[in-house]
């Protein structure tokens, strides 16, 4: 629902359009809804594939506002919301998503369930790179991997998105963390605590042997997809190794996986958005995450360039190039 208030927005009108800065009418809560006002939104890849045209398992046609995460405060309340009241802070993964608005906007109506207060020690901007890539790294070592201490856990792409925070999460946890990336990555990887290993320069078999004197990795957390999909699928540790990935999307050979005796789950976060389906978990993942980051446990990594509205061109163009230095965000 929409009302006679208006409000700035930016508007991707087709497949790889330029982002149009537009007045349109500001959203009106319904029931079980919240209306935020947005400070900032998290830029994600799947956005950009959204703007390309190239996402049709986001469901999100164009024209259309983009942005998923966000960070800011709660305007008002909709008929049947309690625990949120004006002036609220909040963050949230929670729009841009089948056919809702997006984030990239002043305003936005939100499911009251995937809403969380936004951690204290983090600014509106740091709150809004996370959201996304927090709740797929909870979902695939907390949900599903169930990782603990004493584990020994490998993340491949430690210094992206998921990957850093997956690299926290596990180590909160009480786990040993293992991380492949780059050479150019290997401080950031262990900055966050994680042993570095270069993917270019050791194969599986070598860095299973050195690591886990050959046994394999009891999680293995695959945030890249395609070929590295299939190299987790040799670093699980024989019996108990669980791999996750959330880009698990292609054809692969699960023979390696099984001969080890080992298991696989796929994660796929957008499903609450799409289906309405698990809302409530993942507001209780911000929520739990939040007590981490509040206790100096999980830091989000953010890319020191600042955008607006006006120049969230320059965003993307810095998410297409690849040439972020941790998350973009767009702030309102």
């Known amino acids: 629902m929409t009302g006679s208030l208006g409000m700035r927005a930016l508007i991707v009108d087709s497949a790889n359009g330029p982002l149009r800065l537009a007045s349109i009418q500001q959203p009106v809560p319904e029931a079980g809804q919240v209306l935020v006002r947005i400070k900032a939104s998290g830029v994600n890849p799947l956005d950009g594939k959204i703007r390309a045209g190239q996402a049709a398992h986001a469901r ?66 740091e709150a809004a790179g996370l959201p996304l890539v927090l709740i797929t790294a909870w979902e695939g070592l907390v949900d599903r991997a169930r990782v603990r201490a004493g584990q020994k856990v490998l993340i491949h792409g430690g210094a992206g998105g998921v990957g850093h925070v ?7 946890f009480g786990a ?107 507001g209780q993942v911000l929520r739990e995450a939040a007590k981490l980051i509040e206790a100096g446990q999980l830091t989000p990594l953010l890319d020191p360039r600042q955008f607006t509205l006006e120049t969230a061109e320059a965003a993307y163009d810095v998410l297409a190039t690849g040439a972020a230095k941790g998350r973009l965000v767009i702030e309102i």
């Open 60 to 125: 999100q046609p164009l024209p259309a506002v983009l942005g998923m995460d966000l960070a800011g405060i709660v305007e008002a309340v909709g008929a049947g919301v309690s625990g949120w009241l004006p002036g609220d802070e909040v963050y949230a993964m929670a729009t841009g998503i089948g056919g809702v608005q997006g984030s990239l906007a002043e305003f936005a109506v939100v499911d009251s369930r995937l809403l969380a207060r936004k951690p204290a020690n983090l600014s509106r901007r």
């Open 166 to 172: 997956a690299v926290q999460l596990a180590r909160a």
């Open 176 to 282: 040993e963390v293992f991380a492949t990336g780059s050479a150019g990555q290997q401080t950031i990887i262990e900055g966050f605590g994680a042993t570095f290993i270069d993917y270019r320069k050791s194969t599986v078999e070598e860095y299973v042997a050195e690591h886990t004197a050959g046994e394999g990795f009891d999680i293995v957390y695959d945030t890249v997809g395609g070929a590295t999909l299939d190299a987790s699928f040799k670093a699980a540790r024989v019996y108990h190794g669980h791999v996750v990935s959330c880009l698990g999307w292609g054809q692969h050979s699960l023979a390696p996986l099984s001969f080890r005796g080992a298991t696989y789950s796929g994660v796929f976060t957008l499903l609450p958005l799409l289906t309405g389906k698990g809302a409530e978990h993942h």
